[in-house]
C-alpha cells in the first residue's frame, strides 16, 4: 500500500472525505459504489466496486461466443478496466485501463460503429487495436461497462449482423447484472 500523507478527521456523520487528487487518479466519480475492507492491522480499505467484475466468467463466455459468432476479438470493459477478451492475446488486453475516449463514450452513453471501415477509437490504454463497435452496458439505468468489437485487420467494415450482435452482447451482460 502507498501511502499519501494525506490525513482527513472523520465529521460527526461518520463520513471522511477524498481527496479530489485521489479521485481523480483513481478515476471515482461521485456516485461510484465503493467497497470496504478492514484489516486486523487496523487499516480501513477503500476499492472501487466493479459488478461486471464479478461477474468476469460470464463476461468471458459473453466475449467467447461473440467472437465466434461475429468473427472478431471482443473486450468486455467495466468503467475502468479490461474484463474479459477473446480473439486477441489476453496478456497484452488483461486489466487494461479504458481509454478516455472509450470512457467519454460511457458517460455520455453512446455507441460507435466505424464508419468507413477504418477504425479510430482506441477503447484501451496502451494497446494500439482500435474497435470496429463499441456499445456501453447499462444495468439498472446505470452505465457500467461497454463490450467492444476489435478491428481483426481484414480491412473489413462492420456488416449489420455485428451490429445486431454487439447490440446483443450488451443488453444481455445489462441484464445479467440487474438480476
Known amino acids: 500500500m502507498k501511502a499519501t ?3 482527513r478527521r472523520i465529521d460527526d456523520l461518520g463520513r471522511v472525505v477524498i ?4 479521485r481523480r487518479t483513481m478515476r471515482i466519480r461521485e456516485g461510484d459504489p465503493l467497497e470496504i475492507y478492514t484489516s486486523s492491522d487496523g487499516e480501513v480499505i477503500f476499492k472501487k466496486y466493479s459488478p461486471i467484475g464479478e461477474m468476469s466468467e460470464n463476461a468471458a463466455q459473453v466475449a467467447d461466443i461473440m467472437h465466434k459468432l461475429a468473427g472478431c476479438p471482443v473486450a468486455v470493459f467495466d468503467r475502468d ?5 477473446s480473439g486477441a492475446a489476453k496478456k497484452e488486453w488483461n486489466a487494461r485501463r479504458v481509454s478516455p475516449e ?8 453512446r455507441q460507435y460503429f466505424s464508419e468507413s471501415g477504418q477504425p479510430e477509437l482506441i477503447p484501451a490504454e496502451g494497446v494500439e487495436k482500435s474497435a470496429m463497435a463499441c456499445m456501453p452496458i ?7 461497462g461497454a463490450v467492444a468489437f476489435l478491428d481483426n485487420g481484414d480491412g ?3 456488416n449489420e449482423s455485428q451490429k445486431s450482435l454487439i447490440q446483443a452482447a450488451s443488453q444481455f451482460l445489462g441484464r445479467q447484472l440487474e438480476g
Open 138 to 144: 447499462i444495468a439498472a439505468g446505470d452505465v457500467t
Open 156 to 158: 473489413t467494415g462492420l
Open 102 to 109: 472509450l470512457e467519454d463514450l460511457m458517460e455520455n452513453r
Open 81 to 85: 478496466h479490461v474484463v474479459s477478451v
Open 5 to 7: 500523507g494525506i490525513v
Open 19 to 22: 481527496p479530489k487528487e485521489i
